[in-house]
């Protein structure tokens, strides 16, 4: 889409939970209204490529069901009856009843909760300031990336990894448990750069024949939750065969000999038996791998969305180290670089004071947290009053029928601070209007490349919306929440940021819109040494040490962690009761529930459906289109179904996350989905369920 002449365009950054982060150029038509959006050409990460559901961004920003007042709930929870009030009436109840909570329990039973709606580290972090000061319970982030990272870390020692712009210059891209033709669409980009101008292959290994799949030269299709056996084969060939880089090994990782001798048992016939991948198809794999010097690892968080998530990525990063890619321009792996960043948050998040003794209620067991298992209330006092930004836990969060139980408790004060009226809006006792990206100024990091990105204020809000600082920061006056924080201004918190955290200040960041903060090749590619104390890659990790955040977890059977990568046999495996395995992989054109009010992204995705194996559709007497059920011991949801032959028998897919209404009986899919902690240190499962397929 080219530039259109006389229409002005400003410069910004996607917010939205996605590594691409993408540098946009957005059309102003007038000072409230934008046209169309563009990836930025000159960001040697975007290269003008962005995904279509922001491309259309004018479809959610100006879309009539925005919030635009503060609303009081009328009538009972849930009951969709509202009445419209001022700010300061609205911020007068919401602050009563947080200073009522903490004189009945202690400041323990109020939950600030948020997440990732918006990547901006003021408007999404700056709530931490007033929980820390506040002294109000803590939230251990779980959805996202709680099995990945202490998987990757555990291996690498440090979330950093080769320049996911070197793809260009590999042999071979495996794109390993992430869909980016619909999660991030750069990585694509990149990869079908190399193919274009070097001839390079493209491997993808998932449980469904996706976008990206489609695309793919090599195509893994395996069971979900079985990647580990996958990698443990892959290695065993890669050893067998002479593929091996026994000096790398040697110098840069722990025990390669009982690491080799460990693989020995772990055949392509193992594993087939165990991925549903037949084994000349894993030799096959392992060989190119082995063939091709530079091989780059591109590994998602899709794969680790299960209850041995943390193992799985742990073994898939371990083939790295077996063949030494990492020495290789367009070697190596990458996960994520959030470790490179580094940040000084001491004012955004009030980190001075932060009590570590503070308990940590886990994110996604807000049901059992609301239930008042006293398991997950650490023994102390209930949680009676919460806030809420940029996120949607009634629709995304697992076991969604205690989360519903728990938002709909009388006792329970919830105010929810949002841009639409989502399913948890709809359970607040005071809903607040929020502004969107391009109505506030907020500083980005590329979680999936290596730019801090400036994404300023470049349209005036609709009705009363108010950014999430105003919104903290005018609750902290009330219930008598000091910090100088709450008296900056965001672009003052952006400015003290970036000089406290060594990068140049917003003015040079306002000049250049972004910076490219990529680490030099020896330190991306881990050539010093990798991120453990004797500078080693670990096959033998220490899964106890391994947590997410300091001092949380670990979580669940750590002792019961295979020492060395294998397969760990405590997903959700299918039963008689259960016979199928279900995974809720991302839609296209929503992310997480953001999006799924677009009309566009709703009449691209259809209705919610579930992908069945054909000969498992016939065993159950059903057809292509039937109207089917699913259920699991956590209850019961009803789409349709439709035929896919790209998948192994007794998997489903059901792409994910659709409104709950969009359902029969208003349960969404995470009806389906289980919050139990997964060693080593918890995280959502969201692709780990067995389930029963019946006609509806
Ligand atoms: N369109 C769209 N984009 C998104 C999102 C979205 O919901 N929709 N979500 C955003 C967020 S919050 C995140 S964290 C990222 C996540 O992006 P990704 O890293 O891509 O992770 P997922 O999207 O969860 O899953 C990716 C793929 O993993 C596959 N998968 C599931 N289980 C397994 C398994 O056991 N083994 C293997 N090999 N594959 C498996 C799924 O089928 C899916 O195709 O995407 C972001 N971008
Ligand atoms: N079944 C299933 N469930 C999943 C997943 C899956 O793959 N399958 N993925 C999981 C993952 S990886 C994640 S990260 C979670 C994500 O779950 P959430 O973090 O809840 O993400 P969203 O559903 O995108 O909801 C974000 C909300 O924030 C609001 N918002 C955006 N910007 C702002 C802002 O500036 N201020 C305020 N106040 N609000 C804002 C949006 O309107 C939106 O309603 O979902 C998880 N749930
Ligand atoms: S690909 Fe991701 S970061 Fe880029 S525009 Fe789309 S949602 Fe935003
Ligand atoms: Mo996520």
């Known amino acids: ?66 919030l635009l007042h503060p609303l009081k709930r009328k009538g009972a929870k849930g009951d969709g009856q509202w009445q419209r009030l001022s700010w300061d009436d609205a911020m007068g109840e919401v602050a009563e009843a947080f200073l009522k909570a903490e004189e009945r329990y202690g400041a323990l039973s109020v939950w600030p909760y948020y997440y990732a709606g918006t990547m901006g580290l003021v408007m999404r972090d700056g709530i931490n300031r007033l929980r820390h000061v506040k002294k109000y319970s803590g939230m251990y982030d779980t959805f996202c990336v709680a099995l990945s990272w202490p998987g990757f870390l555990a291996g690498c020692g440090r979330m950093t990894g080769s320049d996911p712009r070197e793809m260009q210059k590999s042999d071979l891209i495996v794109i390993w448990g992430t869909n980016p033709v619909n999660t991030q669409v750069n990585v694509m980009t990149h990869a079908s750069l190399a193919r274009k101008t070097r001839g390079a292959k493209i491997a993808c290994v998932d449980v469904y024949d996706t976008g990206t799949m489609k695309q793919a030269d090599v195509k893994m299709i395996i069971r979900p939750g079985t990647d580990g056996a ?45 991925c549903g991948c037949p084994a000349a198809e894993i030799e096959a794999f392992a060989k190119l791998i082995g063939q091709t010097e530079r091989t780059y690892l591109r590994i998602g968080y899709g794969f680790t969305r299960s209850r041995n998530g943390s193992v799985n990525m742990h073994a898939v990063t371990a083939i790295a180290a077996v063949t030494g890619s990492w020495q290789h321009e367009g070697g190596g792996a990458f996960h994520s670089n959030s470790g490179m960043y580094k940040w000084n948050k001491t004012l955004i998040e009030g980190l001075e004071c932060r ?27 209930p949680v009676t009053a ?63 490349h290596q730019h801090i990105m400036l994404g300023a204020k470049l349209v005036e809000a609709p009705g009363e919306c108010r950014n999430n600082h105003e919104v903290i920061a005018d609750l902290a006056r009330r219930v008598g929440a000091k910090h100088q924080g709450f008296d900056m201004t965001p672009r003052e918190l952006i400015d003290w940021t970036l000089k406290n955290s060594n990068r140049p200040d917003l003015e040079k960041l306002e000049q250049e819109t972004w ?25 033998k990790p220490d899964w ?44 296209r054109t929503f992310l997480n529930s953001t999006f799924n ?64 209404d969009a359902f029969e009986d208003g349960k969404g899919i995470n009806t389906l989905t289980g919050c139990d902690q997964p060693a080593p240190a918890a995280g959502g499962v969201f692709h780990d369920n067995r389930v029963w397929l019946k006609p509806a």
């Not at 570590?356 to 994110?363: K, N, V």
């Not at 519903?404 to 009226?421: N, S, T, Y």
């Not at 295979?562 to 839609?587: C, K, N, Q």
């Open 355 to 381: 009590d570590p003794s503070i308990r940590q209620l886990d994110q996604s067991r807000i049901g059992p947290v609301l239930l008042n298992n006293p398991y997950d209330l650490a023994g102390g006092p």
């Open 544 to 587: 106890q040490a391994a947590r997410f955040k300091p001092g949380i977890g670990p979580f669940g059977p750590v002792g019961d962690i295979p020492p060395m990568p294998d397969h760990w046999g405590v997903i959700e495996e299918a039963t008689e009761t259960y016979p199928f395995r279900l995974a809720t992989s991302p839609a």
């Open 386 to 448: 919460m806030i809420m930004q940029n996120t949607n836990p009634a629709s995304v969060a697992p076991d969604q029928t205690k989360v519903r139980q728990g938002l709909m408790r009388d006792d329970l004060f919830l105010c929810v601070h949002e841009q639409f009226m989502t399913e948890t809006a709809q359970l607040a006792d005071i809903v607040l209007p929020a502004t969107m990206f391009l109505e506030h100024d907020d500083i980005y990091q590329g979680g999936g």
């Open 1 to 66: 889409m080219n530039i259109r002449p006389n229409i002005k365009t400003g410069k910004s950054v996607c917010p939205h939970d996605c590594p691409s982060a993408c540098a946009l150029e957005v059309e102003l038509l007038d000072e409230h209204t934008i046209g169309r959006v563009r990836g930025s050409k000159d960001n040697s990460y975007t290269l003008g490529v962005i995904c279509e559901k922001v491309g259309r961004y004018a479809e959610r920003i100006h879309h009539p069901d925005r």
């Open 230 to 274: 996958l990698a443990c084969a892959v290695m065993h060939v890669l050893f067998r065969d002479g593929y091996a880089d026994r000096a790398y090994l040697e110098k840069y990782t722990d025990v390669p000999r009982e690491f080799e001798a460990h693989l020995q048992s772990r055949s392509p016939e193992w594993a087939a038996a165990i």
């Open 597 to 660: 009010e677009t009309p566009s992204s709703r009449k691209r995705e259809g209705r919610p459906t579930v992908f069945v194996h054909p000969e498992d559709l016939a065993a159950q007497g059903l057809k292509d289109g039937d109207k089917v059920r699913l259920g699991s011991a956590r209850g019961v949801v009803t789409l349709h179904a439709k035929v896919m032959d790209g998948i192994r028998r007794g998997v489903l897919i059901a792409e994910s996350i659709w409104p709950n």
């Open 515 to 539: 910076i490219d903060v990529q680490q030099d090749f020896e330190t991306a590619h881990f050539l010093n040494g990798f991120g453990h104390p004797d500078g080693k890659f670990r096959f």
